[in-house]
């Protein structure tokens, strides 16, 4: 059973920064798998924001681009969202996905972006 347990979420202001952590457990190998961050709002379908291929390069939807930044350590079992200049609509519950082939999916954390 791979665990995987997401923190960093949070309540920030607009123009704001935060680092979103997801980390798997130890006998879990990150080597080339190809992992993902989503997020999603009440009433809306989970939406994949950031991917990371296993040789490191990453893809962003259109609406982050710029702004957010995903990386990978994979001797730490341990996968990072980077969040700055965040706006209102970033609001979500954001998740991790260390194995897209296997849905092995963190718990979700609360990113709230409000004055």
């Known amino acids: 059973q791979v665990q995987v347990v997401e923190s960093g979420g949070g309540l920030v202001q607009p123009g704001g920064s935060l680092r979103l952590s997801c980390a798997a457990s130890?006998?879990?190998?990150?080597?080339?798998?190809?992992m993902g961050w989503y997020r999603q709002v009440p009433g809306k379908r989970r939406e994949l924001v950031a991917l990371i291929r296993g040789n490191g390069r990453t893809e962003y939807v259109d609406s982050v681009k710029g702004r957010f930044t995903a990386t990978r350590d994979n001797g730490n079992n341990t996968m990072y969202l980077q969040m700055n200049s965040l706006k209102p609509e970033d609001t979500a519950v954001y998740y991790c996905?260390?194995?897209?082939?296997?849905?092995?999916w963190g718990q979700g954390t609360q990113v709230t972006v409000s004055s």
């Open positions: 996905n260390v194995d897209l082939s296997q849905g092995y």
């Open positions: 130890r006998s879990f190998s990150f080597n080339m798998k190809v």
